[in-house]
């Protein structure tokens, strides 16, 4: 890894860099793979896998001190990328089911809003993006810094919404099944052949 500022970072802070870049670029592999609609039969699942692992690698973020960039200000390592054709080509997988419900501030209000899969997949998306973009300009305590900061003020909640609502889209698709099937299956299992 080339890293300008890693002296400044201890080993376990550059392994965590490492990491975090690795899983964010996982991340972003499948998601533009789901909105390219390359495999719409298990998008629900590789999103789920995704934005899942993608939340341990914030957890860790969030579970250590502050990090501190090597800088005072920001480096201009670039455009940020434009994330709209992704975002609009998720909704177009996602029609039908890319709206969920969900309670705004579990701590201090029952507030019911309105959220999309599309916007915080490509939301997450974006603010990964960003630090990647200071990961491979060799400026890693930036990185860290803009995954940590980012993970605790927006993607991190986003990706906690976004897996909730992948985890019940799988659990209606898995258990949801009409009396008919259920009371078949449920006979195969009982008195099914049990001569093997």
Same mark, same amino acid.
């Given at each position: 890894?080339? @890293?300008?500022?890693?002296?400044?970072?201890?080993?376990?802070?550059?392994?965590?860099?490492?990491? /975090?870049?690795?899983? &964010?670029?996982?991340?972003?592999?499948?998601? =533009?793979?789901?909105?390219?609609?390359?495999?719409?039969?298990?998008? #629900?699942?590789?999103?789920?896998?995704?934005?899942?692992?993608?939340?341990?690698?914030? &957890?860790?973020?969030?579970? #250590?001190?502050?990090?501190?960039? @090597?800088?005072?200000?920001?480096?201009?390592?670039?455009?940020?990328?434009?994330?709209?054709?992704?975002? /609009?080509?998720?909704?177009?997988?996602?029609?039908? #089911?890319?709206?969920? =419900?969900?309670? &705004?501030?579990?701590?201090?209000?029952?507030?019911? /809003?309105?959220? @999309?899969?599309?916007?915080?997949?490509?939301?997450?998306? +974006?603010?990964?993006?960003?630090?990647? +973009?200071?990961?491979?300009?060799?400026?890693?305590?930036?990185?860290?810094?803009?995954? +940590?900061? @980012?993970?605790?003020?927006?993607?991190?909640?986003? &990706?906690?919404?976004?897996?909730?609502?992948?985890?019940?889209? #799988?659990?209606?698709?898995?258990?949801?099944?009409?009396?008919?099937?259920?009371?078949?299956?449920?006979?195969?299992?009982?008195?099914?052949?049990?001569?093997?």
């Amino acid at each position: 890894m080339s @890293s300008a500022d890693s002296p400044e970072l201890d080993a376990d802070l550059t392994l965590l860099g490492a990491t /975090t870049a690795a899983t &964010a670029e996982r991340y972003l592999s499948t998601v =533009r793979e789901v909105a390219a609609g390359s495999s719409p039969d298990a998008a #629900i699942p590789l999103l789920l896998l995704a934005v899942s692992d993608l939340s341990a690698a914030g &957890a860790r973020l969030g579970a #250590i001190v502050d990090v501190v960039p @090597s800088e005072r200000f920001e480096p201009d390592d670039g455009p940020d990328r434009d994330h709209e054709p992704l975002r /609009t080509s998720l909704a177009n997988v996602l029609d039908g #089911i890319d709206e969920y =419900r969900e309670v &705004a501030d579990p701590l201090v209000s029952a507030e019911v /809003t309105t959220g @999309s899969l599309s916007n915080d997949l490509a939301d997450i998306a +974006q603010a990964l993006s960003v630090g990647l +973009q200071h990961h491979r300009a060799g400026h890693a305590s930036e990185a860290l810094w803009w995954w +940590q900061f @980012s993970y605790l003020s927006a993607w991190g909640e986003r &990706a906690a919404s976004a897996t909730r609502a992948l985890l019940t889209l #799988i659990a209606h698709l898995r258990l949801d099944v009409d009396d008919e099937t259920a009371a078949d299956a449920e006979f195969d299992a009982l008195y099914g052949d049990t001569s093997s």
